[in-house]
């Protein structure tokens, strides 16, 4: 049963079809949702030994970037609540993919909602993919909206008869319910 979703956003337009996928569910299951933003710290090397001038200029774009969050995540709060829905905007001040876990575990989320990122191949190997690591770590069901679609007409599940597929049958059930979605069983 679906209470609390986290959406997972950035502060590029991806984070416009995450919200869209978020309002969704949460309007067909009358839960609430926390929109959230990492602010990641300066990932410099040797930080402590730049010279004064780069730290504060480092340390201004953080300022603006989290104001830019602030104004974000304001107007999708606004966006949401104006559909009817509970809202919970939150900027967490980390790295992405621990923050995301530790406060949909502290917090008691039932699903994590994250857009994919089109990356090549070596930008994949060389910095990774956060909505790869968040799904593969979580302990919820993990959405990761691939592209711009706001409707699914099929959704595949791996189905291999253990205590833990139950619960993705369940939230397949629901998900294809939303959607109005013909599922695929493997």
Known sequence: MLRKILTAIDLTEDSKTVLEASSKIAKAKNVTVYIVYVLEPPNVPFFDELPIEEKEALLNLQKVLKEKAKETLSE?????????????????????????????????????????????????????????????????????????????????VAYDFLHTSEEVLKFSLDLSSIYNSFIIYL
């Open 76 to 156: 999708y709060k606004q966006k949401l609540e104006a559909e009817g829905l509970c809202v919970v905007p939150i900027i967490l001040q980390a790295q992405v993919v621990e923050s995301v876990l530790e406060f949909s575990e502290n917090n008691d989320v039932d699903l994590i909602i994250v857009k994919s990122h089109k990356k090549s191949d070596i930008e994949e190997r060389a910095i990774g993919s956060n909505s790869l690591r968040i799904s593969s770590k979580s302990k919820i069901p993990v959405l990761v909206i691939k592209d711009d679609k706001t409707q699914y007409n099929h959704i595949l």
